[in-house]
Structure formats: C-alpha cells, structure tokens
C-alpha cells in the first residue's frame, strides 16, 4: 500500500517540477498540480485503504468494553502466579 502511495507522489512531484520549469508553466500551476493530483487523490486513497483496520480497531474495542476490560492483557492465556512471596512466609 505504501509502496503505491510513494510512487505516485513521486510522479506527481515530477509532474508539478516539469510544469514549473516549462516555459509556459507557472509555479502557482504546479503547486495546484502537486496538491489536486497529488496530495488530495493520495489522502484520499489512504483513508479508503486504512477502514478496514480501523473497523477491526472498533470492534476490538467494542469487545473489550463488553467484557468489562477484563481482557487477558498480554494475550498469554495463562493464569498469573505469584511473582512475590507473600510477607512473612518462607519458602
């Protein structure tokens, strides 16, 4: 996804500096180039591309609401022992 992302602001970068230097191009031309062809289509597609993760975001933690965030915390599974000796016990 990125990989797209960076070529295509690199040809619209490439397209905005051959309107700028061209004899009958303006530099105002090629920074409306560079941001109507560039920067508003990339965001664009970049926040298309991102719903998914952030769908799958929402309901992680619509589930973790759900459970009252008594969710395992590391993902381990496994029950927590006693990192410490309780005072006054000896092993």
Known sequence: MYL???AWIY????MALA???SGSGSWLGAAITLL??????LAIALYL????ARRRAR???????ATGGAA????GAHAAG???AAKGKEP
């Open 4 to 6: 797209v992302a960076i």
């Open 11 to 14: 040809v619209t970068v490439l």
């Open 49 to 52: 591309w991102a719903a998914p």
């Open 59 to 65: 309901r992680r933690a619509a589930a973790a609401s």
């Open 82 to 84: 006693d990192a410490v």
């Open 72 to 75: 395992d915390p590391d993902g």
């Open 36 to 41: 109507l062809y560039g920067a508003l289509p």
């Open 19 to 21: 309107e700028g230097f």
